[in-house]
Antibody
């Protein structure tokens, strides 16, 4: 079945970096757009970034532009989120999801990123 | 585009009819989706294109609306429906979610 599994979350100091990974299975990953969405503790959902299939066009929320980089490795059926210059307000559960025609479906189980000194 | 959901929370009993609204700050046609999120879990797609039920979603869920005003209706609330519901615009960047509506047990 379609499955997405995130990893790489953890505790990091402000200004630090972290790389999240999302391993996909059960669908043709190379043909799929992928996205990251985050949810701060007790808060709502915030779209972070997406990457297209093929030429790998990317797009970012203003809140992370210039600090986060999304990438993919079709040979490994994986999408990544490199997060630099992390701030306290980046603390959240980060979900990856398949992105198609504006929709996020399915979602992974999420990985928690905590930015704190 | 801003999406405003109301109410932010509600209490209801099993068997109740529940309606959640989502208002867009400008017209978005029918480019709207609804998600359900249970505590500690990832969101799950319920409805897209404002009124199309995702495969496997019970028929007690329905969506309607176009332009700026949308509704999610649960015709007869079941115990497994107690969750937070989010709307999302599909055709504008940045992709935006509503603030969420928490449905609690009365």
């Amino acid at each position: 079945q379609v499955q997405l599994v995130e990893s790489g979350g953890g505790l990091v100091k402000p200004g630090g970096s972290l790389r999240l990974s999302c391993a996909a299975s059960g669908f043709t990953f190379s043909d799929s757009f992928m996205s990251w969405i985050r949810q701060a503790p007790g808060k709502g959902l915030e779209w972070v970034s997406y990457i297209s299939s093929g030429i790998a066009y990317t797009n970012y929320a203003d809140s992370v532009k210039g600090r986060f980089t999304i990438s993919r490795d079709n040979a490994k059926n994986s999408v990544y989120l490199q997060m630099n210059s992390l701030r306290a307000e980046d603390t959240a559960v980060y979900y990856c999801a398949r992105y198609r025609e504006g929709l996020f479906d399915p979602w992974g189980q999420g990985t928690l990123v905590t930015v704190s000194s | 585009i801003q999406l405003t959901q109301s109410p932010s929370s509600l209490s209801a009993s099993v068997g109740d009819r529940v309606t959640i609204t989502c208002r867009a700050s400008q017209g978005i046609g029918t480019y709207l989706a609804w998600y359900q999120q249970k505590p500690g879990k990832a969101p799950n797609l319920l409805i897209y294109a404002a009124s199309t039920l995702q495969s496997g979603v019970p028929s007690r869920f329905s969506g309607s609306g176009s332009g700026t005003d949308f509704t999610l209706t649960i015709s007869s609330l079941q115990p497994e429906d107690f969750a937070t519901y989010y709307c999302q615009v599909l055709n504008r960047y940045p992709l935006t979610f509503g603030g969420g509506t928490k449905v609690e047990i009365k």
